[in-house]
């Protein structure tokens, strides 16, 4: 099923605004599926890891690995705060980040 990008964006803006207003913790999954992992996975990982630790927000964030989601076609897969987000290269990895997490408070 296709969405058109003002959907996209409703479950974007939807997923983050119920995930601060609940206080939820924030989450990164990533797809551990052989396909997104051997597609971009494998380097997005270590991405991740040093974006949250350089910011200093690992305990805010949940970040684990997920099984294949038969989206294989579609991968790398990534899913954060809710939102599965599919053929995802380096850049858009870190501009989605940036978007989830430039507000995740310090510590809090």
């Not at 992992?37 to 690995?65: D, P, T």
């Not at 990534?78 to 940036?98: A, P, Q, R, S």
Request: glycine share 10%; net charge negative; with cysteine.
């Amino acid at each position: 099923m296709d969405y058109s990008i003002d959907c996209i964006r409703y479950f974007i803006i939807y997923s983050r605004f119920v995930t601060e207003a609940i206080g939820m913790k924030k989450t990164i999954g990533i797809c551990m599926g052989s396909s997104c992992f051997a597609r971009g996975n494998r380097e997005h990982l270590e991405l991740i890891e040093n974006y949250l630790h350089g910011n200093k927000i690992e305990a805010e964030v949940k970040f684990s690995g997920c099984r294949c989601r038969n989206e294989c076609g579609r991968g790398p897969n990534i899913e954060i705060n809710g939102c599965l987000y599919h053929e995802v290269d380096t850049g858009t990895l870190l501009d989605l980040l940036v978007y989830h997490f430039s507000d995740v408070n310090i510590g809090v």
